[in-house]
């Protein structure tokens, strides 16, 4: 019985490490010009170079991508963390964007998250 429960529970141990995806808690836009400045706050359990959150990207409404912010380091001490990416073009009548965040280990994140835009 013991050996069971102990091979159920190694059987979802890579279920629940992988369980923690890059969460956007926050973003803001702002129009600089003719491009916008975009800074998202991102959360995420990093453990260290072999596992954290490693970029982000702002997608139209169409799906297609208008940036991405690559990350360069885990940011293991420093949660949540916010980052900016500055010369976005988001074309005229785009009102919205979508974020999603990817993690090094298992990729882009199901979440994203809706930022609105005020022209």
């Known amino acids: ?25 926050g973003a803001k836009a702002t129009p600089t010009g003719a491009v916008w400045r975009v800074e998202v706050t991102l959360s ?3 453990t ?3 596992h954290y959150a490693d970029g982000w990207e ?3 409404p169409d799906g297609s991508r208008l940036g991405f912010r ?3 380091h885990p940011h293991v ?6 980052r900016a ?12 964007v979508t ?16 930022l609105p835009l005020t022209r």
Not at 77 to 82: A, R, S
Not at 86 to 92: F, T, Y
Not at 99 to 114: E, L, M, N, V
């Open 58 to 60: 702002i997608l139209a």
């Open 44 to 46: 995420h359990p990093d």
């Open 85 to 96: 990416l500055s010369g976005v073009a988001i074309p005229d009548g785009v009102n919205k």
């Open 48 to 50: 260290g170079w072999e």
């Open 70 to 72: 690559e990350l360069l």
């Open 1 to 25: 019985m013991v050996r069971l429960v102990v091979s159920a529970l190694l059987c979802l141990y890579p279920l629940a490490a992988a369980a923690d995806p890059p969460e956007i808690v």
């Open 99 to 114: 974020i999603r965040a990817r993690c090094s280990r298992d990729g882009w994140s199901d979440d994203t998250y809706t």
């Open 77 to 82: 001490d420093e949660q949540p963390f916010t």
